[in-house]
């Protein structure tokens, strides 16, 4: 199993990006996606899951309203639309995949233990 993430970058406060989770080696169907980062000197910190298989969601509440994470399970790939970016948005990105979330239980989407697989992470920079 491989979890592949694009789409980072630097962009200018109040620009865009939009993040790529491709898992190989698992369906959508079967897992949640969730996003994390990782800022320099800081903890590793949810960001946003999302279960492909019953529409459940989580946003942490300082990406509520600038965020929007999708899927497209025909491509087996999950998007992290990030809009309005700030200077405190810079971090390193991780996509990870759980079967224990759905929509029933997405509150636990911070929960590190509950993920099986981990992609490397991808910067993005945001300048002030």
């Known amino acids: 199993v491989q979890l592949v993430e694009s789409g980072g970058g630097w962009v200018q406060t109040g620009g865009s990006l939009r993040l790529s989770c491709a898992p190989s080696g698992i369906r959508l169907s079967d897992y949640a996606i969730g996003w994390f980062r990782q800022a320099p000197g800081k903890e590793r910190e949810a960001v946003s899951c999302i279960s492909s298989n019953d529409g459940g969601k989580f946003y942490v509440d300082s990406v509520k309203g600038r965020f929007t994470i999708t899927s497209d399970t025909a491509e087996n790939t999950v998007y992290l639309q990030m809009n309005s970016l700030k200077p405190e948005d810079t971090a390193v990105y991780f996509c990870?995949?759980?079967?224990?979330?759905?929509?029933?239980?997405?509150?636990?989407?911070?929960?590190?233990?509950?993920?099986?697989?981990w992609g490397r992470g991808t910067q993005v920079t945001v300048s002030s």
């Open positions: 990870a995949a759980t079967f224990r979330l759905g929509a029933k239980n997405m509150r636990m989407c911070p929960e590190e233990r509950l993920y099986d697989y």
